[in-house]
């Protein structure tokens, strides 16, 4: 963000007297953030966003206000409301993975640093601090795990390794589907996605996923193969390419939505 003069800040105060609703409230805010003037920050942020509810800008600043007073929650919901609007901030999306790093919130804060490093992959600290915390696995298991226990009987093959539910099978397919889209292996994707209709048939998740293949491989973007050709869309190249990364973004929290609500049942 522009770094703002105290003649800069005294005009900026002028239009928001002269225009309550007018949008420099963005920058005031942010001048006022600047002069550590946190409170007048606030107050500006609020009442600005009360006429511009879909101002991105304005509540980043009002986020970063937060975290400078320390009130983590308010912090998190403004940065919240940001990335609803814009999910592809990536301003928003490094100061609210760094502050579930700052709370130890290792899973919440990999999920946002992924998304970050998607929308911008040549983020170094994306790149640190997913490096980091990939390796760490232990939290993945339950403490039990790592006791020492009386060894018991070996069970039948059936019993130690239970096949997973249909549904079960399904996300972990689409999860992983996810996965390779994000990598840009669509070769990959496309033939596990294949497999897998083999045995759910037409599902909708199978489709949507195919349809995000089908547009990558018409705007240029993916692998040559012997799929159908598919509808060009009617847009220029920059809108293909965001447009693809918001789908396969949409579909990656889709499934994260799920996985929450199933761990809720």
């Known amino acids: 963000m522009p770094i703002y003069s105290a003649q800069d800040r005294l005009r900026l105060e002028q239009l928001l007297k002269d225009d309550p609703r007018s949008m420099a ?33 304005g509540w980043v600043i009002l986020g970063r206000v937060y975290l400078a007073q320390n009130k983590l929650k308010d912090a998190r919901h403004s940065f919240a409301e940001a990335l609803e609007i814009s999910p592809e901030n990536v301003l928003a999306l490094q100061l609210l993975g760094d502050l579930e790093l700052s709370e130890k919130n290792s899973k919440e804060a990999l999920k946002i640093f992924k998304r970050l490093l998607f929308f911008h992959p040549n983020s170094e600290r994306a790149l640190q601090v997913i490096s980091k915390l990939e390796s760490i696995t232990a939290d993945e298991y339950a403490e039990e795990t790592f006791a020492m226990t009386k060894l018991t009987p070996l069970k ?26 994000v990598r840009n292996d669509d070769l990959s994707a496309w033939s ?13 998740e199978i489709k949507r996923r195919r349809s995000v293949l089908q547009r990558r491989k018409g705007a240029g973007l ?26 396969v973004l949409n579909m990656m929290l889709r499934r994260v939505e799920e996985a929450r609500r199933s761990s809720l049942l």
């Not at 993916?222 to 789908?247: C, G, T, V």
């Open 25 to 57: 409230f963005t920058a005031l805010a942010e001048a006022y953030r600047q002069e550590n003037r946190l409170e007048e920050c606030i107050q500006i942020a609020r009442v600005g966003l009360r006429y511009h509810p879909k101002s991105t800008s």
């Open 156 to 181: 039948k093959e059936a019993d130690l390794y239970p096949q997973p539910k249909p549904a079960e099978r399904m996300q972990r397919v689409l999860s992983l589907v996810d996965a390779w889209l």
């Open 192 to 204: 596990l996605l294949t497999e897998t209709e083999k045995e759910f048939g037409d599902h909708p």
């Open 222 to 247: 993916a692998f040559n193969d012997d799929s159908p050709e598919p509808i060009s869309p009617n847009m220029n190249r920059e809108e293909q390419i965001r447009q693809k990364k918001l789908e």
